[in-house]
């Protein structure tokens, strides 16, 4: 069995990993590119793989870093199984549908402004390629095995967001783990994520790898900022990823309106992905910590806000007020159009709640620069920007070690560490070190491992 590092190497994106036995290929996610623009260009070079001797793909969840890329193998021919939970499935056709719907949007802005050396730009793919891709997928509840050829593979949840696990892969007599994005053991919104059977090999996500989560209640800390805006009369822009994040935001913010710890003011979801996604969590209360009552409490308070006309409409809303919008990083969205409006306002507040990725506009912000460029223009930011802390869907390297401890695997298990950047690598790598026995190496870009 080999297994080539196609993405996630030295980055959280593009998460890629090809797996070959003697007659089969499986390929263990299939994730876009984000952040630097050095990076995103790898979307437009074709992988080293042939597609057509592809026999499957199979998705620990349905974040786009870890699915995006389906529609481009769908361009390419690919007409093989895409295997995941139930969820992810329902979350990715959403996700693709709305991914390619940006990518056209992007290219229609390039070709109208000329901001592309070529005369037609074209897009990486458009909705309509994403949906047709939808065809493909399989569904697989936890724990329900798949044969491909001489291949065996189960998903085991993982927590992180609905639908993701952690997918365990039987070949040549090898037991391999690949970890996909590990949540936390004790989320606000989801479950713990369960611990790993022994293995021969584990690819590790390492996204906290150098970080502790801040300790203390993100209640605490978010009931403090809504007041404070509050009080000074001004706005709270929250951008979010529609998918997890969106959701306990809103069950947050409901909570605390119910305590009485924050006044009832209008909540906005501008996001009519968040929307649907919310209704798929309803559909799975199972997989989460929420009960039917508290989703349904979600639907009594929250405004959804679906229409490009609704959601201009908030610029008429009397202060104060809190719009959730998307996109997470603040790369694109509805979020963009409400910060154009209120980040000159040093009355507004724009709460950022999750991992900013290098080079995108939300790391931008977090960083403290004092202007922001927005759809070509360049706009002053006089908001307060705040991270609330405690939200991350990701373990930190502790409770990742935790997780390892808890699970059974040998001494001398073999570990490689991937979906980190640089620095979190090599921090991730010097704590198993110190703390454990198992051989702890950094995957690189297009290295084969053979088992």
């Not at 979307?43 to 995006?68: E, F, M, R, Y």
Request: charged share 25%; with cysteine; net charge negative.
């Amino acid at each position: 069995m080999k297994i080539t590092f196609l993405g996630a190497t030295q980055t959280v994106t593009g998460s890629k990993y090809l797996v070959r036995s003697d007659d089969k290929q499986i390929l263990v996610d299939c994730g876009l590119y984000q952040g630097y623009k050095w990076l995103r260009r790898r979307n437009w070079q074709p992988l080293p793989l042939d597609v057509g001797k592809l026999d499957a793909i199979v998705l620990t969840h349905a974040h786009l870093d870890h699915s995006g890329y389906i529609p481009v193998l769908y361009k390419q021919g690919y007409r093989g199984p895409v295997y995941c939970h139930p969820a992810t499935r329902d979350l990715c056709d959403i996700l693709l549908g709305d991914s390619g719907h940006l990518q056209e949007e992007d290219a229609g802005y390039l070709a109208r402004h000329q901001l592309s050396k070529h005369e037609k730009p074209d897009p990486l793919y458009d909705r309509k390629t994403a949906e047709y891709s939808m065809k493909l997928f399989r569904t697989l509840d936890f724990d329900q095995p798949q044969q491909v050829g001489d291949m065996r593979f189960w998903l085991q949840p993982a927590g992180h967001i609905l639908g993701a696990g952690s997918l365990i892969l039987e070949c040549d007599g090898k037991k391999v783990g690949f970890s996909g994005d590990v949540g936390r053991p004790d989320d606000v919104f989801m479950r713990p994520p369960r611990p790993l059977p022994a293995l021969d090999l584990l690819l590790l996500e390492s996204t906290y790898g150098d970080r502790r989560h801040e300790p203390g209640d993100p209640l605490e800390q978010l009931a403090t900022l809504v007041n404070d805006t509050v009080a000074a009369g001004g706005v709270m822009l929250i951008p979010s990823f529609a998918v997890g994040r969106a959701q306990t935001l809103q069950h947050l913010l409901v909570r605390l309106m119910d305590e009485g710890r924050i006044p009832r003011l209008k909540v906005f979801l501008d996001s009519p992905m968040a929307i649907e996604v919310g209704e798929i969590y309803q559909r799975f209360v199972d997989q989460h910590r929420l009960s039917q009552a508290d989703c349904h409490r979600l639907g009594q308070v929250i405004t959804p806000v679906r229409s490009v006309e609704d959601s201009k409409a908030l610029a008429d809303e009397v202060y104060p007020h809190i719009i959730i919008a998307g996109s997470g990083m603040v790369t694109g969205g509805r979020i963009l159009h409400h910060m154009k409006r209120l980040l000159g306002d040093h009355r507004t507040t724009l709460l950022l709640t999750g991992y900013q990725a290098g080079g995108t506009r939300g790391a931008k912000l977090s960083q403290g620069c004092d202007k922001v460029r927005i759809h070509g223009d360049w706009f002053d930011n006089r908001a307060r920007i705040e991270r609330l802390h405690g939200l991350s869907g990701h373990a930190d390297y502790v409770e990742l070690g935790q997780w390892l401890a808890a699970s059974e695997l040998a001494e001398d298990t073999a570990i490689e560490l991937v979906h980190g950047e640089p620095e979190a690598l090599e921090a991730m790598r010097d704590y198993l070190r110190q703390t454990t026995r198992f051989e702890v190496n950094i995957g690189e870009y297009e290295r084969i491992l053979t088992l």
